[in-house]
Each structure stands twice: as structure tokens, then as C-alpha cells.
């Protein structure tokens, strides 16, 4: 089998039985004489640890701008979306401050006209508005583009090749 060396990265060949039974062997590098430890493929398991953990709900925030942002406890939100490659998606809104965009945010759309952070839904106690993040291709509101809009239940917005639902529901009691 091919090892490269953990010290100077000098890839070496080591024979299988240096190992006999054993999960890992010394092996020298031919080319550094530095002694290190290889483990065995045939015998060692991979062992990944989870990494889906339930993560706590964020109730309130405080927007940039300062203003405080809450998640009532009597509704639930969730974007659907209703064209693009993700069509049927639904994403549920856990947070009163909710990114959307390709790469570090809560809803990560695989569009390239979507920029990395796109936009934000923010809810507050005054309801729901839908931010524009000085995205490349803009977010687009009844087919005009926007800084900054007001949402309410059924209302729908486009970014890149994507169209979202904002859907409002009442909590079971």
C-alpha cells in the first residue's frame, strides 16, 4: 500500500504485513527517516461523528439597523418554493432573521444567479418584511426589484431562477 510521509509528504510503499493483526504499524520514511504511524485499511473502521443536531430555535434578534426582530409563538413560517430547480422545497423559517442565498445561509439555493447572500427575511412584531442584501441580480417583488418589502401570508418574491411562497400558519394548540 502507498503511505506519504506526515512529516516531509514523500509518498513510500509499505508492505501489507507489517501489520500482521495489529490496526497500525511503525513505518520509516525512506526519505526523511521519520518514524510514523500507519494504520492498517483493512482492519481500522472509519468512525464519523454526527453532525444533524437538533439546533435551538432563535426567538428574537436585533437587526443591523437596530430594530428588534421576534418569532411569535403562535404561528409557523416556511418559503416554498414554487419555480426553479428546487420547485416543491419547503424550508421552514426558525429564526426571525432568515438568509437566503447560495453559500452561508439558512435557505442555500444551488443557482448561480442567486448571490452568496441574497436576502433576508426579517419578522418583527409589525410583520414581516423581506430584504434585498445589495444582492448582484436583485430580489424581485410582484416583478419589480426591491430594497426592502412587506410580506404577508401567499406573498411571493424571486431571486435568480427561484420563486418563494411566504406561507403563514397557526400553530396547533
Same mark, same amino acid.
Do not use: W
Given at each position: ?34 518514524? *510514523?504511524?500507519?494504520?492498517?485499511? @483493512? &482492519?481500522?473502521? %472509519?468512525?464519523? =461523528? +454526527?453532525?444533524?443536531?437538533?439546533v435551538?430555535?432563535?426567538?428574537? *434578534?436585533?437587526?443591523?439597523?437596530? @430594530? &428588534?426582530?421576534? %418569532?411569535?409563538q =403562535? +404561528? ?62 436583485g ?32 400553530k396547533?394548540?
Amino acid at each position: 500500500m502507498e503511505v506519504r510521509c506526515q512529516h516531509c509528504g514523500h509518498a513510500f510503499s509499505v508492505e501489507g504485513s507489517i501489520f500482521g493483526e495489529r490496526e497500525k504499524a511503525p513505518a520509516t520514511c525512506p526519505a526523511c527517516k521519520h518514524l *510514523q504511524e500507519v494504520i492498517n485499511p @483493512r &482492519l481500522a473502521t %472509519l468512525r464519523i =461523528d +454526527r453532525t444533524r443536531k437538533k439546533v435551538p430555535q432563535v426567538l428574537s *434578534q436585533t437587526t443591523p439597523d437596530g @430594530r &428588534l426582530l421576534l %418569532l411569535p409563538q =403562535d +404561528r409557523d413560517f416556511s418559503l416554498k418554493v414554487l419555480e426553479g430547480e428546487e420547485e416543491g422545497t419547503v424550508y421552514p423559517v426558525n429564526k426571525p432573521r432568515f438568509l437566503i442565498g447560495r453559500t452561508n445561509a439558512d435557505a442555500a439555493i444551488n443557482d448561480t444567479l442567486v448571490s452568496r447572500l441574497h436576502c433576508a427575511l426579517e419578522i418583527s412584531a409589525d410583520g414581516v418584511i423581506l430584504q434585498d442584501l445589495e444582492s448582484t441580480n436583485g430580489t424581485l417583488v410582484d416583478g419589480k426589484p426591491i430594497f426592502s418589502a412587506p410580506l404577508s401570508n401567499g406573498s411571493t418574491f424571486r431571486i435568480g431562477s427561484h420563486v418563494f411562497e411566504l406561507v403563514i400558519t397557526p400553530k396547533p394548540a
